[in-house]
């Protein structure tokens, strides 16, 4: 892990090969999907901008429940670092959105319906306003990609932005440290 120091990495290996054993021992586990009258995608995405004081990096992270299950998530720690938090608001985005669109293909082959436009929860309005504004402004230029990826699958009706007050941000336990 990038936040664990060189020195204590061994018990992490060793929790985690424990971990890995466990699993290969039980294959019979595996999600245990509640009861839900549909099989509706939902995901939220969150960013910590900067809060590393030693690199400044950002950690984005996004959360996909199916129905009222939670199905995949994913936290990281960004490579590079942004000098704007829109960039790195948009660059989650663009990864939860991939991530709903190769789900709702999936589902789509298992002849699972699913409700489009997939809601996607975002506690950023300048992420929203960036992706439902088809005009390009010298500030935004430099997401250029990662925005007409995001809005192409807004038109083609693939997901729905929708704001979600930061109380309320599911994905902010992925990006923040617990207190």
């Known amino acids: 892990s990038q936040s664990v120091p060189k020195n204590s990495r061994e018990p992490h290996m ?7 054993r466990y699993l290969k021992g039980e294959p019979s586990l595996g999600i245990l999907l509640n009861r839900s009258p549909t099989f509706d ?3 939220y995405y969150d960013v910590d901008w900067a809060p590393c004081p030693r690199s400044r990096k950002s950690v984005s992270g996004f959360v996909v429940f199916l129905g009222n299950t939670l199905i995949t998530w ?4 960004q490579v590079t670092i942004s000098l704007s938090s829109a960039k790195d608001e948009y660059r989650s985005m663009r990864r939860l959105v991939a991530e709903l669109s190769w789900l709702s293909k999936l589902l789509h082959e298992h002849t699972i319906t699913s409700i ?3 809601p996607v929860k975002c506690d950023n309005p300048a992420a929203i ?4 504004n088809p005009v390009f402004h ?6 250029e990609v990662n925005c007409h ?3 192409h699958k807004l038109m083609e009706g693939l997901i729905k932005l929708t704001h979600v007050p930061t109380k309320d941000q599911l994905a902010d336990m992925l990006t923040k440290p617990l207190t």
């Open 74 to 77: 994913k936290s990281k720690k």
């Open 41 to 43: 995608l939902l995901g």
């Open 14 to 20: 060793k929790a985690t090969i424990h971990v890995l």
């Open 149 to 151: 990826f995001v809005r």
């Open 116 to 118: 489009t436009p997939i």
């Open 129 to 132: 306003y960036i992706a439902k």
């Open 138 to 143: 010298e500030k935004t230029k430099y997401i």
